[in-house]
């Protein structure tokens, strides 16, 4: 049974960086996608970027990219979302989710989320 647990949130000023961790453990990721989502309230879930566990390609939505980098370190099973110039939209609770095969739609792993919180 694989556990996610995030860390790295926090208040950053708008046009300043933040990184998110996913620590993974319970089990091996080989051919998993590991997501980042975001909300916030009112809101829906958003997708943020993904990456694929063994091949590390990517994927981002429109309003991250350039901007926020998804990376994960297989030694340390962790997954990272580094966040640049960021503005007051990126503020939301982040959550790291888990699917077992890119071919699978339902996230079966989530981490209990963190605040990411962007003054002006």
């Known amino acids: 049974q694989v556990q996610l647990a995030e860390s790295g949130g926090g208040l950053v000023q708008a046009g300043g960086s933040l990184r998110l961790s996913c620590a993974a453990s319970?089990?091996?990721?080989?051919?998993?996608?590991m997501t980042w989502f975001r909300r916030t309230p009112g809101k829906e879930r958003e997708f943020v970027a993904s990456?694929?566990?063994?091949?590390?390609?990517?994927v981002y939505a429109d309003s991250v990219k350039g901007r926020f980098t998804i990376s994960r370190d297989t030694a340390e099973n962790t997954v990272y979302l580094q966040m640049n110039s960021m503005t007051l939209e990126d503020t939301a609770v982040y959550y790291c989710?888990?699917?077992?095969?890119?071919?699978?739609?339902?996230?079966?792993?989530w981490g209990q989320g963190t605040q990411v919180t962007v003054s002006s």
């Open positions: 990456i694929r566990w063994t091949v590390g390609s990517t």
């Open positions: 989710a888990a699917k077992t095969s890119v071919f699978t739609a339902q996230y079966s792993y």
């Open positions: 319970g089990g091996t990721l080989r051919g998993f996608v």
